[in-house]
């Protein structure tokens, strides 16, 4: 893949959650779509303020557990009955109340490990490199500012133009950020 | 709530509730992050944290050395021999995964609450689950007499053709206890990743940038990447709490699924539960209480946590209580002659005092928490969480030891004596345990700054929230 060149974005630096969820909200309902919001910790309103309203983690996660669940119990089943087939005093082989704890032990364990990678895969990390980390006030992102990015691939996007579009929220400062 | 003894100025009360608070006052984004990172980040290390980090060193040497000779002589040299082929080891292992619960109690099941406290003691009390959880799993695996080759503990195919024991109790801790850890870990990363961010953002040094910077994976605080974290926290959350329950309830069936009075009682798969959560929140205690003092952090972990923790100890406890008085009440009730005996000898023979230290440690003196005076008194909560972590070590020890000394046949009654290397052992492995909790609080951020500023007021978006712009209509409206 090319790297691409040029401008990524726009970002706007604010001081509070409020005001970035108040740009966040206005920039969706004029029309742009693709824009983010960076916070210092989880802020479900700026999620709903740029339209991201669910996730697909859950989905993943079920599937995952599932196939835990089936992986095991298979095992179990064709280990006792066929591969290696023991007699416990007498007990049943097909003893499927016992293994439903192994097998229960894997449900959690697929979905639990489902749900972790499934979430950063979805995210697209590991990523080190991301445009907005050249940007220099970026890295109070992850202490105590609010930043709302308007990215160069929405087609709204010019760059003077989106400039004075986000001066209107009274940003701290507003910074061109290169790729 | 009554503010006896509290001077109303108090500025760690909460004006309007009269509780003490969550986090001090006066707090902002900047300074939680500015304090709990400076910890890791200073270039200074305390001289107290060399000096512990030497003593538990102490103790790791004599683990390797008591390991080592176990490794070349064979678990001879501990104090088994019939009628008692479980001891220290098997104690020990329940003993630390108990321990481990109450991490992910506080991380798992509180967080399904929305016990918001425990967000300041939430990282340390999951970094100590997974401590323990390594103590407890060396123990098995270094009884098992050939370690070498406890990988034959897996099914995975091999040249011999033969496959594990599916209906044996001890083939369930196995996955029980490997799912367990490999859980912990996952959602003890999970939750650490933006931390990692903030730390490589702050961080001065070029190894310290490097080295948060590849464990933070390129985390950049999307609001979109947080609403799937959040969603993937809370499903680990509810994924970790049926399988902590799940974890002590497969160790109870260790003992549980035996025929052997004493052991074989239904109620174990609760009781061990609730002890294991009562042991655990008593050992976060036993840590938190001198961190905060040493780190100055009494105003993340506050009296609130010590006070609420000490309400679940006291709960935890009185289950245990109850276990205790129905395992005697169905000594008598069920009307058999050997569980009876195994009650009465228990209580009344040559390791009769074993029984007395349990119920002093366990029931009698922690009903002192009842008090408000200490539960918020530091002093009193770290001597408090002492004696229950001796009461629950001593539980496991009536259980496995009392139980198998004496059974059914008088002539092969026996008794039990620890070694020197298992006393060696146990108290290798809590140097083990204290010396990777100097590593952690050293360099990783212990408290998990993200969900403090959560809890600050000013993380609430005040509505009501004003749109400027014309307002688009979606489809659907």
Known sequence: MAIPEGTYGLLAEFDTAGDLVRAAQSSYNAGWRRLDCYTPYPCEEAAEAIGFHRNYVPAITLIGGLMGLTAMFLLETWINLLAYPLNIGGRELFSWVAFMIPAYEWTILFAGLSAAFGMLAMCGLPAPYHPLFNAPNFRTASTDKFFLCLEARDPKFEAAESRTFLEAFKPVSIVEVEY | MALKNVSVNDPMLDPVTGEYRVVGPGHTFKSITEKISRIVLTNRTPVGWFLGLLIAGGGITILLTAVTWLFLRGVGIWGLDMPVAWGFAIINFVWWIGIGHAGTLISAILLLFKQEWRNSINRFAEAMTIFAVVCAGMFPLI???????????????NSMAVWPQ??????????AVSTYATISVVFWYIGMIPDLATMRDRAQGKFAQFAFGLFAIGWRGSVRHWMRYETASLLLAGLATPLVLSVHTVISFDFAVATLPGWHTTIFPPYFVAGAVYSGFAMVITLAVPIRKFYHLEDMITTRHLDNMAKVMLTTGLIVAYGYAMELFMAWFSASHWEYFAFWNRLFGPMGWSYAVLIACNIAIPQLMWLRAVRVSPSMMFIMSFIVNIGMWFERFVIVVTSLYRDYLPSSWGTYKATRWDYGTFIGTLGLFTFLFFL??????????????????QARVKPPVEPLGEPVHGAGD
Request: glycine share 2%.
């Open chain 2, 143 to 157: 009884h098992v007499g050939r370690p070498w080759l406890a990988y034959w503990l897996f099914p995975y195919p």
């Open chain 2, 166 to 175: 599916f209906r044996s109790p001890l083939l369930w801790d196995v996955f």
């Open chain 2, 440 to 457: 952690f609080v050293r360099f990783i951020p212990m408290i998990p700054m993200s969900e403090v500023r959560m809890l600050l007021p």
